[in-house]
């Protein structure tokens, strides 16, 4: 895992506002740093490195195609690149071990068609030198990041929001986005980020720019709706071995490093079923779980650790080292971000370092496949006939991350977002099951990605690369091809992880629900970080945005103390937002 900046210079190259934002990577990857001018210093290619595959120093990037034709920045592994060099050994010299190196003879034989060939995560950029051209691309789900900027100078892309803020030297809230997160809670909106002007690359899409362009036009390479097959007539057992052949499969891709790797494990199936098959393809593995007061699951962690030999980490989190660490991270994720529990990875990702770990697997990815989620059990109940109720929009409300819920009262809004449009976000259903419907929608719009930047942008801001196999697209495709019966049954949801997991991890943990609060988020803020809020809600910073109808919040705040505190998001979202402009405005 990597940072890279990309420049295409239309005039006033703003060489020392480029250097800087190259700096701005350096946590992304402390093991080497190098930014290169091309063709009359017209084009940029810079490259920040964190050391995972082939650990030399010729490795570094930008690297080079035998012919010199061709350069590339990368971010990301391909972990399918030992079989891609196979595939292609008589024709391109290779100069280093790395899983990069191989895109470039890749882009020589089969141009933008060869992203179908990659299995991995990925940002990317390829410089033509004799056509003056870029080819930019990112990975099928959106797993590394990148943005880009349009100006009169130039475009700018980069795998973080800061880096282009210090070459626009000026950043503006889009205040519909913010409207839109407070009335929905939802933090991804298509292209649009959170400030004015910068653009998100969207998820399995590539795009060529040369001199002549002004602007970014990302084309699809990726649809998962034309990769889905017909299952309906396949025997369910047969099914079940597919399904646990292909995560047998993927782990063991997502294990390939040379340096250590571990695994990020919670008590449920899924990250309980990561940690059986990681444990296969390493004798000597290490895990690590945040660990909250009242929320605590170290229980179901043990079983599973004991019972595989894996050598656990517990990182026990309290409300003062919350608060303490929240500016910070704050910056890193130089967006609006889920709650506490992002704030716990910031020390769980310490830990990682201090036991010199430097690549960790992430059990993401199967809950929006393979319907894991009981909103998903509710709505599918509500499409049989004979059923009473009408069929739930599970995508018009989105819970957070502490699997409460945002608040939609208009009178919270004060005069700055009153009068702002917001942008309307398009539900998609391609499927005849609602409930794969709002899986879908979740996996492309709402919950995969901002789970994708939170999770990024946590072990990043500490130099750890996270890996999520249970977003290989194989796997993710297969979630998507298997009759409902197979996902939704008798056992709740996620039917048929369950039933392969029952073979692999003790039956308590197979078979246990699925737990959505993961911290004491809904009591601190009610509780011992209350003089924290206060001192934000209450604060002349706060007041002047007019972002929020100050009287309304005070109001709301007390009543949420007073209440059974069910919910706390919108608690949350007035305290991300103000410390958020205060790193990023002020």
Not at 453 to 477: I, K, T
């Amino acid at each position: 895992m990597c940072g890279i900046i990309i420049g295409l210079l239309h005039q006033n190259t703003r060489e020392a506002q480029i250097a800087k934002a190259l700096d701005q990577l350096k946590h992304r990857g402390p093991d080497a740093q190098a930014g290169e001018y091309f063709l009359d210093r017209r084009f940029f290619l810079g490259h920040t490195r964190l050391k995972v595959i082939d650990l030399t120093d010729q490795a570094n990037q930008p690297l080079s195609s035998n012919d010199n034709r061709y350069r590339i920045v990368f971010n990301g592994e391909i972990y399918n690149y030992k079989e891609l060099a196979a595939e292609l050994h008589n024709e391109y010299q290779p100069k280093t071990k790395s899983d990069t190196e191989i895109i470039l003879p890749l882009y020589k034989k089969y141009g933008a068609e060869m992203l179908s060939k990659l299995r991995g995560m990925f940002s990317l950029c390829i410089l033509d030198t004799i056509r003056g051209e870029l080819f930019v691309a990112r990975d099928r789900f959106g797993i590394k990041p990148l943005y880009y900027v349009e100006t009169s100078s130039g475009i700018y892309l980069a795998s973080e929001i800061p880096p282009l803020l210090d070459i626009l030297q000026k950043s503006h809230p889009d205040l519909g986005v913010i409207r839109n997160f407070v009335e929905t809670g939802l933090y991804e909106f298509g292209d649009r980020t959170f400030f004015e002007g910068v653009k998100r690359f969207p998820a399995g899409h590539y795009a060529f720019i040369d001199l002549e362009k002004t602007s970014v036009e990302p084309k699809k390479w990726y649809d998962l709706l034309e990769n889905i097959q017909d299952y309906s007539r396949r025997e369910p057992r047969e099914l079940i071995e597919l399904f646990k052949h292909q995560c047998a499969e993927v782990v063991r891709f997502h294990m390939v490093a040379d340096v250590e790797v571990g695994i990020n494990l919670s008590g449920g199936v899924d990250s309980s079923l990561l940690a059986f098959f990681a444990s296969k393809e390493s004798g000597d593995l290490q895990s690590f779980t945040q660990d909250w007061p009242a929320y605590s699951e170290a229980y179901w962690v043990k079983i599973m650790t004991e019972s595989l030999g894996i050598r656990s980490n517990f990182v026990h989190v309290n409300a003062g080292m919350v608060q303490s660490a929240i500016e910070k991270v704050v910056k890193f994720q130089s967006e609006p971000f889920g709650g506490f529990p992002v704030i716990g990875y910031h020390y769980l990702y310490q830990e990682a370092v201090k036991n010199n770990i430097t690549v960790l697997l992430d059990g993401n990815g199967l809950d929006e496949s393979f319907l894991g989620y009981d909103k998903y059990r509710r709505v599918h109940q509500n499409c049989i006939p004979n059923v009473k109720g009408q069929i739930n929009n599970v995508c018009d409300g989105v819970s957070a991350i502490d699997g409460t819920m945002h608040m939609n009262n208009s009178e919270i809004l004060g005069p700055e977002l009153k009068d702002v449009t917001s942008y309307e976000l398009i539900t998609q259903k391609p499927f005849e099951s609602d409930a794969k419907n709002a899986a879908y929608n979740d996996l492309v719009q709402s919950k995969i990605p901002r789970g994708l930047r939170f999770n990024d942008r946590a072990s990043m801001m500490h130099s750890r690369e996270l890996r999520v196999p249970f977003l290989d697209h194989n796997l993710v495709e297969l979630g998507f091809s298997l009759p409902i019966d197979l996902l939704i049954g008798e056992n709740g949801t996620k039917e048929i992880v369950r039933k392969a997991a029952m073979g692999c991890i003790s039956t308590n943990l197979s078979m246990a629900p699925k737990r959505s609060v993961q911290s004491p988020q809904r009591e601190w803020l009610a509780g011992e970080m209350k003089d924290f809020v206060l001192s934000v809600i209450e604060s002349k910073s706060f007041s002047s945005r007019m972002w929020f109808n100050k009287d309304t919040v005070k109001r709301e705040y007390k009543n949420y103390q007073n209440s059974d505190r069910k919910n706390s998001f919108h608690v949350w979202q007035w305290v991300n937002l103000e410390l958020w402009a205060r790193e990023f405005l002020d």
